[in-house]
């Protein structure tokens, strides 16, 4: 090999990886899909089950509120975090904003999930949703989240971030791994995109995206579960409609092929 070229990557720890894929893999419920927000950036596909959850938790605010006006529509108000911005880009109905991260600590400016429920919970007894993008910070976020706490949404819509580096960095994966561990207990995913923005790794020779955006449910509402057969989703959109999609990966696909 010459000296400037760069190893293929393989994946660090086999076991730990086939439970990372276990999560990724998403099945198709009877629930159906419809999304929420912009058809780009900032819109997702969740469960047409919104009925009786109490509040959104947005953590990683940024440039996008789209989403969280969607279910202000619905009358669920959303909670809102991000500390690398002043303010909201949109005057959303009903939300509340904190200038603070999500982490793994009470810190500065920066909160644990349980914290920031436990100052701000609207009712108890309700189900709740968590809607996340941190930039990677998901996983010690999630995996210092108690779980009874993980148990009060009934649906958690993620990007899970450095999915090549989880795959093969034994000091990404660990991370990933307690978060994952955790949340297959209560949840199943039920809608994994890729995001095209930041194009993708080969591992083992096949590419895997950087960024994707997952929907989990949880198993108490997944009735019918079954390996997805329409992937991408008719709702799926490139984030960037500019740029070439990407596939989902074989090891996470329930059957099919496609790009969107």
């Not at 990724?24 to 419809?34: E, G, K, V, Y």
């Not at 469960?47 to 619905?74: H, N, T, W």
């Not at 904190?98 to 914290?115: H, I, N, Y």
């Not at 307690?178 to 923005?197: G, I, Q, S, Y």
Request: with cysteine; proline share 9%.
């Amino acid at each position: 090999m010459p000296a400037n070229a760069t190893a293929p990557r393989t994946v660090a720890d086999s076991k730990a990886a086939a439970t990372i894929d276990a999560v990724l893999t998403p099945q198709d419920t009877d629930t159906p899909l419809i999304r929420l927000g912009d058809f780009g950036d900032g819109g997702y596909l969740v469960p047409d089950d919104l009925r009786g959850i109490a509040a959104c938790y947005s953590p990683g605010v940024s440039e996008q509120a789209s989403f969280e006006m969607d279910m202000a529509k619905r009358g669920i108000p959303s909670f809102m975090a991000d500390a690398s911005v002043a303010h909201p880009p949109l005057d959303v109905p009903g939300a509340r904003f904190v200038a603070k991260f999500l982490g793994d600590r009470d810190e500065g400016d920066v909160m644990t999930l349980a914290s920031w429920v436990a100052a701000t919970d609207p009712d108890p007894g309700a189900d709740l949703l968590l809607q996340m993008d941190i930039e990677g910070a998901e996983y010690a976020t999630l995996a210092a989240a108690p779980r009874d706490l993980l148990r009060r949404f009934r649906m958690i819509v993620i990007e899970w971030h450095h999915l090549p580096s989880v795959l093969t960095k034994p000091r990404f994966m660990r991370p990933a791994l307690a978060a994952m561990e955790t949340l297959r207990k209560d949840f199943v995913t039920v809608h994994l995109h890729p995001n095209n923005v930041s194009g993708g790794v080969e591992i083992d020779g096949e590419t895997i995206p950087r960024v994707v955006e997952a929907t989990l449910l949880r198993r108490d509402r997944a009735t019918g579960l079954r390996p997805a057969t329409a992937l991408p989703h008719p709702l799926d959109r490139r984030h960037n409609p500019g740029k070439p999609a990407l596939a989902l990966p074989r090891r996470w696909r329930g059957g099919t092929e496609g790009k969107a």
